[in-house]
T-cell receptor
Framework: SQELEQSPQSLIVQEGKNLTINCTSS?????LYWYKQKYGEGLIFLMM?????EEKSHEKITAKLDEKKQQSSLHITASQPSHAGIYLC?????????????FGRGTQLTVWP | DGGITQSPKYLFRKEGQNVTLSCEQN?????MYWYRQDPGQGLRLIYY???????QKGDIAEGYSVSREKKESFPLTVTSAQKNPTAFYLC??????????????FGPGTRLTVL
């Protein structure tokens, strides 16, 4: 099975600062998904990466999948209080049942004004 | 608008009682999933179903049961055999087709508390 390690476990930053969250896999990644969750709510899809070296951006959030496809990073530029929440990475395993994702434990982000 | 609904949002149960959590989707997705989320543990897969009338155990299926009689519905029953059922439960669905294949769409969740 796929194992995903997220770091850091929690992050507290001042508004306006940049930050990076990492997601490292025990195996080659075939489809890496980033989600955001507010406490007590469902997960909201952010971005999906499939190819080594791929990079995608949405507003101030950029996600990358490294060339060897075993690590992804999520970078937030000029953080705002609206970025606060739990960020989770999820990955498909080539050998797993189609559609099944394995998730990391999440990174709790707090942004203070 | 298409999406996934879960009900109820909050559920309280006495020890020894079974309780059923509802999950409905109108996205025409074939696959549906149930996850349990505990603080600091991320999402753990309970059961999943890729097609009507078929489902498989996930990583923590003990004490839970599901059914998939309709494509749109995937209810989860938390039985009295589940030793520590207090948690946040999330339902999701996906399809291998489309521009983001296998992206999982999540419902708003049900928080279950055992008294």
């Amino acid at each position: 099975s796929q194992e995903l390690e997220q770091s850091p476990q929690s992050l507290i930053v001042q508004e306006g600062k940049n930050l990076t969250i990492n997601c490292t896999s025990s195996k080659t990644l075939y489809g890496l998904y980033w989600y955001k969750q507010k406490y007590g709510e469902g997960l909201i899809f952010l971005m999906m990466l499939q190819k080594g070296g791929e990079e995608k951006s949405h507003e101030k959030i950029t996600a990358k999948l490294d060339e060897k496809k075993q690590q992804s990073s999520l970078h937030i530029t000029a953080s705002q209080p609206s970025h606060a929440g739990i960020y989770l990475c999820g990955a498909a395993d080539r050998g797993s049942t189609l559609g099944r994702l394995y998730f990391g434990r999440g990174t709790q982000l707090t942004v203070w004004p | 608008d298409g999406g996934i609904t879960q009900s109820p949002k909050y559920l309280f149960r006495k020890e020894g009682q079974n309780v059923t959590l509802s999950c409905e989707q109108n996205l025409n997705h074939d696959a549906m999933y149930w996850y349990r989320q505990d603080p600091g543990q991320g999402l753990r897969l309970i059961y999943y179903s890729q097609i009507v009338n078929d489902f498989q155990k996930g990583d923590i299926a003990e004490g839970y049961s599901v059914s998939r009689e309709k494509k749109e519905s995937f209810p989860l029953t938390v039985t009295s055999a589940q030793k520590n059922p207090t948690a946040f439960y999330l339902c999701a669905s996906s399809t291998p087709r489309g521009s983001r294949p296998n992206e999982q769409f999540f419902g708003p969740g049900t928080r279950l508390t055992v008294l």
